[in-house]
């Protein structure tokens, strides 16, 4: 059934973030800010610069590598945001028409490339936060958070939505299943039944969710996780941290493909 | 030492759910909370968490439950909920387990050595790296015992404990309990489970306690216990 398949999809996250590779190894608070300079500087390029950004594929391609996780599980995963990305530059195409590249009489309109690129820093981003949530719990990643001093709120609204998700996605399991058991032959839910339907899920999900937050209290949990404990940075975390960062740097400040194609030239 | 001086609890302020209870329970002593549906256990173990505003007093080794000192209480007590999937809420059995111990700022090498000592009292050290919604029932409950465990603390608070288990797991989480030392408040609905673990209970009804003495006494008092809808222990039958 499609709601267990989402269901087993945000499990497979939580396992994924139990690995043991090297990634799994470095401290969440600096795979985080990784992944926050990478975006950042992904963004920082211009909406024309195809080429330049092409180098930044670098990034996702050695993290995937190094945390053993699979490219096409990750296509998989970030499906459901695909045509979002896709959809936020769109509009370039028929509203930006002057020509970019005119190529023995092919036309590339400036529009098509700044939705390429768009399209492109849409797909990076998302695959460089499918790297921080596949190798870190979400606990781990709140906590850095912590560390960072972000507001209590902003972080316990993460940590909760999260986590009720995944409540929520089990309650709709378990009454889709004990209403199909009644209605044998009927595809999905006879429209008389929504109200009732939305209301139960509401109700009961209120409910478990409460239970869960009183479980989190009742070890400790006070909105708060300054003083949970995601271990101590040791070198090789500070060594990630400069070594990937200046190579992303260094890939914002020299356009790979450009200069080799100056060099072929000369 | 857990004290309850005149408690009371209402949700809507017209229906006592709690009706002036009073009673205390030594250190290391092990009593059983008893009661029809809706008498009131549930209620009276999240008071002692202060997950509800009461009226009257409890302490817990002496420190006033108020929401002032929860860090402290929840520090004490261990609360076995009684749906293991509501406590269970980590990915793996040790992430949960490490849960509590990191809260309160715990270091790695102490959790981790705490975690391994607990799985192997409980011999569930197979179970260390096993993905909380792969396990069985059985196992969960095992599980979410440990959880509680790791966080060390001097009294245990359980809420229907064998609920959903076969009688081989009943067995083996009845021979934990009986085990460990803590102080422990059991709330059941398994008359024989308490008569196993327990050597006094506490009889509620309709928010008031009808009987606090030693298990064997309540338990084979027929007009007491059917007086609160419930029946004689299969033992006693």
């Known amino acids: 059934m499609e709601i267990n398949r989402k269901l087993s999809d945000l499990r497979r996250l939580d396992e994924l973030s139990a690995g043991t590779s090297y990634i799994h190894g470095i401290h969440t608070l600096f795979i985080l800010l990784v992944t926050f300079i990478y975006i950042v500087t992904l963004m920082s390029f211009d909406k024309y610069d195809l080429t330049g950004i092409l180098m930044m594929f670098l990034y996702p391609v050695f993290m995937f590598r190094l945390a053993e996780l699979s490219f096409s599980e990750s296509l998989r995963k970030i499906r459901y945001v695909l045509p979002f990305i896709l959809f936020m530059g769109i509009l370039n195409i028929f509203f930006d028409r002057d020509p970019y590249l005119v190529i023995n009489g092919f036309r590339l309109s400036r529009g098509a490339v700044s939705f390429f690129t768009m399209t492109v820093k849409g797909f990076l981003a998302v695959e460089a936060s499918y790297v921080l949530i596949a190798t870190n719990s979400i606990y781990d990643i709140c906590a850095a958070l912590s560390m960072l001093r972000l ?8 940590l909760l939505t999260f986590r009720y998700i995944t409540v929520m996605i089990e309650e709709v399991a378990n009454m889709t ?16 039944s929504w109200g009732s339907f939305l209301g139960q899920l509401l109700l009961r999900s209120y409910d478990k969710a409460n239970e869960l937050y009183l479980g ?25 941290l400069i070594v990937v960062s200046a190579l992303i740097i260094l890939c914002r400040l020299i356009n790979v493909p450009v200069t080799i194609g100056n060099l072929i030239r000369r | ?25 030594d250190d290391n002593a092990s009593v059983g909370l008893i009661g029809a549906n809706g008498a009131g256990k549930s209620t009276l173990i999240r008071s002692v968490l202060g997950f509800l505003d009461f009226s009257g007093k409890i302490t817990v080794d002496g420190t006033e439950v108020t929401k002032k000192t929860l860090p402290e209480i929840r520090k004490k007590i261990g609360y076995v909920m ?45 179970l260390k790296e096993a993905y909380n919604h792969k396990l069985s029932g059985g196992e969960k409950k095992m599980a979410s015992i440990a ?12 809420d229907e404990p064998t609920s959903m288990l076969d009688p081989y797991n009943r067995r083996k989480i009845q021979d934990v309990i009986v ?36 298990t064997e006494r309540i338990m084979r008092d027929r007009d007491l216990l059917e007086g609160c809808h419930l029946e004689l222990p299969y033992r006693y039958q």
């Open chain 1, 151 to 158: 507001p209590r709120i902003l972080i316990s609204l993460f």
């Open chain 1, 216 to 240: 989190m209290e009742a070890r400790g949990y006070t909105g708060d996780l300054r003083n949970y404990d995601i271990g101590k940075p040791v070198l090789k975390d500070y060594v990630f």
């Open chain 2, 1 to 25: 030492m857990i004290r309850f001086e005149n408690v009371g609890f209402s949700y809507d302020g017209k229906r006592q759910i709690l009706k002036d209870i009073s009673f205390e329970i």
């Open chain 2, 147 to 158: 959880t509680i465990l790791t966080m060390e603390p001097s009294i245990l608070i359980m």
């Open chain 2, 82 to 126: 009684q749906n293991s999937d509501n406590q269970m809420f980590m990915p793996r059995v040790v992430d949960d387990m490490a849960f509590g111990p990191k809260n309160y700022g715990m270091d790695k090498e102490e959790t981790e050595r705490r975690i391994d000592a607990i799985l192997e009292r409980l011999s569930i050290s197979h």
């Open chain 2, 179 to 214: 085990s460990l030392p803590q102080t422990k408040l059991i709330a059941s609905h398994d008359l024989d489970f308490i008569c196993d673990t327990c050597e006094k209970s506490i009889l509620l009804y309709d928010g008031e306690i009808r009987g606090y003495d030693l």
């Open chain 1, 177 to 192: 299943e004990a209403y199909s058991l009644r209605a044998p032959g009927q595809k999905g839910l006879h429209i008389s």
